[in-house]
């Protein structure tokens, strides 16, 4: 297996063995139309982005209704303000902004002085919105609904806009989640921005399927640029630790297999198998073998929703119950 199909191969299985678990959560409540009811009391404190180390964001908020927020690692930036919350909505106003140089020494990275930024472009939001699905006395998890350091046509370009976090109380080396392990029983699915299907899990008893699509661009014997539909799928089973959702997957398998490169026409060339677009099970599998990894996972159920993201990554992905 060549390094491409490696890369490419890993990416998809890690992508769709995240999603195993749910989390019965008891600080949001519903109120009657339907709006995310949270204690404002529950929010105070300090909580960091889980999974990012080199551009966390880092909020704190007070009981006098101001807050501070740093993007922190190496982005130097940060700013401070006003804060309200309503049905679980956060609503920062952005009062001063902050910036400092950032580097590295003894593999750390450090940070120079903060200096107080007097010019800020016109164009950049004055606030900053949060969506809260859950608060936990270790963790919560929210929904960013941008900031300056979100604008895609900035220098930094950080992440989608209004991407599922999870962050953890500066209290807890840990999140401590709490597992209601029969919310996880069934089918799960999820699409792509044209609700094209490209993830799907089935779970029975303790044991897992799970599948996860991507177009394959390659170029035909014409040299004109094709894509096909190429799935990966992975088996094994599931068991529950302190909280988290963990798998020990036993067998990998893929609908196609890097075959080489044909330095006369520039071609990467591979063997592939025709894949159901609405099953992603492939006609043939392609390449298989043993795998004994072991992944640990968070994820939030909310209406049929399930939001996951593994322990290293920065931000989660959403599945619907099929």
Known sequence: ????????????????????????????????????????????????????????????????????????????????????????????????????ETGWKDQQIVHGDWTKITEIDPEDPTTRVCTVYTVQESFLIWNFGGDYFYRPDTEYGYTEYNAVIFMLNDKFQEPNIKIDENLVKGEWISTDSEGKLDGRVIIEGNNYTAYSAFPLSLQDEGGESIEVLVSTKITGTYRFDRGFFIVDTDMYYSSYKYVGYDSKTGR??????????????????????????????????????????????????VFTKK
């Open 1 to 100: 297996m060549s390094k491409i199909e490696r890369i490419i191969f890993k990416s998809g299985i890690l992508a769709i063995v995240a999603f195993m678990t749910v989390l019965s959560f008891s600080s949001c409540d519903k109120d009657d139309d339907g709006t995310t009811k949270v204690d404002d009391n529950a929010i105070l404190g300090t909580w960091r982005m889980i999974g990012e180390d080199y551009h966390p964001a880092i909020a704190t908020f007070k009981s006098n209704g101001e807050y501070e927020w740093e993007w922190g690692g190496i982005t130097g930036l940060k700013d401070n303000g006003t804060y309200t919350m309503k049905n679980g909505v956060i609503t920062m106003t952005i009062k001063e902004r902050w910036e400092c």
């Open 268 to 317: 990467t060339l591979y063997d592939y198998s025709t894949v159901d677009p609405n099953t992603l099970e492939a006609e043939e599998w392609i390449v298989s073998q043993e795998q004994e990894d072991i992944l640990k996972v968070m994820v939030y159920v909310y209406n049929n929703k399930l939001f996951f993201q593994q322990e290293y990554d920065r931000e989660a992905t």
